[in-house]
C-alpha cells in the first residue's frame, strides 16, 4: 500500500513550529527523509504511479508519496533543498492565480501571513522532477461554491498553470480538505486523473483515485509517531476513527432530532 504524506510549511523558525501545528522545524523535516531512507522506501509522485500503471515505469519496491499544499516559500527554500539532500522528490499543490502572494486562507488561525512561491520558483521545482498540482485558483472553499464558481476555480487553475509550465498538470488537491460528490465530478470533468483529501477517502491509496486520504504531518509528529505512521497500517487506523466519528455524529443528531419532536408533540 502507497502511503501519501501530507506537509504544510517547513521553517527554520523554532518558535514558529511550536505555535502553529502547520509549521514542522526543518531539523523534524529531515529525521522524517532520514527514517524513509532508513525503511528503504522512495518517494515518487503520482505521475510515476500513473506511468506505472499504463506499464511504462516501475515503482520502487516501496514507494511513498510526499505532498505539499498552497506553495509556501519555504517549501522552496527550506524544504526543497533538504529533499535535494536526499535525493527525494514531492508533489506540490499550488494556486492558479499567481496574484495571490500571501496565506491569506490562515489569518482565521492568528498564522502571521507568509509568502507563496513565484512562478520561477514553481517552474525551478518541476525542472528538478517535482509534481506540480492545482490547488485551486484562490484556495476556497469548494464545497460551499456554485457549480459555475467550482468549475472556474478547478478548471481555469490548472489552465493557468499549465500555461506557467508548459506540460500539463494532472493532479489536485482540494482546499481545506473539503470535498463532495459534486466537487469530485466537476474535477474529473475538468481532466484531472486524480485528487488528494486529507481526512475522508478510503484507506486504500487506490480504491478511489479522485479521493486519496491521505497522513497529515503536524509540528507535532516525532520520529516516534512519524514511524508508526511509515511503519502500521495508519491510513486504516485514521479511516476507522472517521467512520466512528461520522456514526457518532449521525447518532447525535437522530438521538436530537427525535427529543425536539417529542418536545414539541409535548407542548
Same mark, same amino acid.
Given at each position: 500500500?502507497?502511503?501519501?504524506?501530507?506537509?504544510?510549511?517547513?521553517?527554520?523558525?523554532?518558535?514558529?513550529?511550536?505555535?502553529?501545528?502547520?509549521?514542522?522545524?526543518?531539523?523534524?523535516?529531515?529525521?522524517?527523509?532520514?527514517?524513509?531512507?532508513?525503511?528503504?522506501?522512495?518517494?515518487?509522485?503520482?505521475?510515476?504511479?500513473?506511468?506505472?500503471?499504463?506499464?511504462?515505469?516501475?515503482?520502487?519496491?516501496?514507494?511513498?508519496?510526499?505532498? /505539499?499544499?498552497?506553495?509556501?516559500?519555504?517549501?522552496?527554500?527550506?524544504?526543497?533543498?533538504?529533499?535535494?539532500?536526499?535525493?527525494?522528490?514531492?508533489?506540490?499543490?499550488?494556486?492558479?492565480?499567481?496574484?495571490?502572494?500571501?496565506?491569506?486562507?490562515?489569518?482565521?488561525?492568528?498564522?502571521?501571513?507568509?509568502?507563496?512561491?513565484?512562478?520561477?520558483?514553481?517552474?525551478?521545482?518541476?525542472?528538478?522532477? /517535482?509534481?506540480?498540482?492545482?490547488?485551486?485558483?484562490?484556495?476556497?472553499?469548494?464545497?460551499?461554491?456554485?457549480?459555475?464558481?467550482?468549475?472556474?476555480?478547478?478548471?481555469?487553475?490548472?489552465?493557468?498553470?499549465?500555461?506557467?509550465?508548459?506540460?500539463?498538470?494532472?493532479? /489536485?488537491?482540494?482546499?481545506?480538505?473539503?470535498?463532495?460528490?459534486?466537487?469530485?465530478?466537476?474535477?474529473?470533468?475538468?481532466?484531472?486523473?486524480?485528487?488528494?483529501?486529507?481526512?475522508?477517502?478510503?484507506?486504500?491509496?487506490?480504491?478511489?483515485?479522485?479521493?486519496?486520504?491521505?497522513?497529515?504531518?503536524?509540528?507535532?509528529?516525532?520520529?516516534?509517531? /512519524?514511524?508508526?505512521?511509515?511503519?502500521?497500517?495508519?491510513?486504516?487506523?485514521?479511516?476507522?476513527?472517521?467512520?466512528?466519528?461520522?456514526?457518532?455524529?449521525?447518532?447525535?443528531?437522530?438521538?436530537?432530532?427525535?427529543?425536539?419532536?417529542?418536545?414539541?408533540?409535548?407542548?
Amino acid at each position: 500500500m502507497i502511503k501519501v504524506l501530507m506537509y504544510h510549511r517547513v521553517v527554520d523558525d523554532r518558535a514558529l513550529s511550536l505555535s502553529s501545528w502547520l509549521c514542522l522545524h526543518s531539523s523534524d523535516f529531515r529525521r522524517h527523509l532520514e527514517l524513509i531512507e532508513k525503511y528503504g522506501m522512495t518517494p515518487v509522485t503520482l505521475h510515476d504511479y500513473r506511468l506505472s500503471l499504463q506499464g511504462e515505469l516501475q515503482l520502487p519496491r516501496k514507494p511513498i508519496i510526499i505532498t /505539499f499544499d498552497d506553495g509556501y516559500l519555504d517549501t522552496y527554500e527550506v524544504a526543497y533543498p533538504i529533499l535535494q539532500e536526499f535525493g527525494m522528490k514531492a508533489v506540490i499543490f499550488v494556486l492558479g492565480d499567481r496574484n495571490i502572494k500571501t496565506n491569506y486562507w490562515d489569518e482565521r488561525q492568528g498564522i502571521a501571513p507568509a509568502p507563496l512561491m513565484e512562478g520561477h520558483h514553481i517552474v525551478e521545482l518541476h525542472a528538478a522532477g /517535482f509534481e506540480i498540482g492545482s490547488h485551486s485558483m484562490t484556495h476556497a472553499k469548494l464545497t460551499e461554491t456554485t457549480r459555475d464558481q467550482m468549475w472556474d476555480e478547478i478548471s481555469r487553475s490548472r489552465m493557468m498553470l499549465e500555461i506557467l509550465l508548459n506540460a500539463r498538470v494532472r493532479s /489536485f488537491s482540494y482546499p481545506y480538505g473539503l470535498v463532495n460528490s459534486v466537487v469530485e465530478s466537476v474535477v474529473i470533468e475538468a481532466g484531472y486523473t486524480n485528487a488528494c483529501a486529507v481526512y475522508t477517502g478510503p484507506p486504500a491509496f487506490s480504491d478511489r483515485p479522485f479521493e486519496i486520504r491521505r497522513i497529515e504531518m503536524r509540528n507535532s509528529t516525532g520520529p516516534l509517531a /512519524f514511524s508508526a505512521q511509515l511503519l502500521t497500517p495508519w491510513p486504516y487506523y485514521s479511516w476507522l476513527r472517521w467512520k466512528a466519528r461520522l456514526l457518532l455524529s449521525r447518532t447525535m443528531g437522530s438521538v436530537w432530532q427525535s427529543s425536539r419532536q417529542i418536545l414539541s408533540e409535548r407542548t
